[in-house]
Nanobody, 118 residues
Framework: QVQLVESGGGLVQPGGSLRLSCKVSGFTLSFLVMNWYRQAPGKERELVASIGSTGSRTNYADSVKGRFTISRDNAKNTVVLQMDSLKPEDTAMYYC???????????WGQGTQVTVSS
């Protein structure tokens, strides 16, 4: 059973930075495509960033390009979302999602709250 545990959220001022981590257990990370989503109150969940199983391919939402960076450490079974130059509109619950390359399934974490406010 794949389990994802996010951490690193919190309250930060506009212009600040946060580093979110997603710890994966129950599956080898190198066989997972990993994604970060976010959902703000009253809005639909949106894809923020994704990274391929080897880490050679990344994609970002236009709203975060140049500010957020997704990376993975397969040896530590961890995926990181580095968020810089944060804006109030980045305030949301952030979720990690895993998609195995070897099966039709998807797994979600419980989320970590990010609040950007002065």
């Amino acid at each position: 059973q794949v389990q994802l545990v996010e951490s690193g959220g919190g309250l930060v001022q506009p212009g600040g930075s946060l580093r979110l981590s997603c710890k994966v257990s129950g599956f080898t990370l190198s066989f997972l495509v990993m994604n970060w989503y976010r959902q703000a109150p009253g809005k639909e969940r949106e894809l923020v960033a994704s990274i391929g199983s080897t880490g050679s391919r990344t994609n970002y939402a236009d709203s975060v390009k140049g500010r957020f960076t997704i990376s993975r450490d397969n040896a530590k079974n961890t995926v990181v979302l580095q968020m810089d130059s944060l804006k109030p509109e980045d305030t949301a619950m952030y979720y990690c999602k895993a998609i195995p390359t070897t099966q039709v399934a998807e797994y979600w974490g419980q989320g970590t709250q990010v609040t950007v406010s002065s």
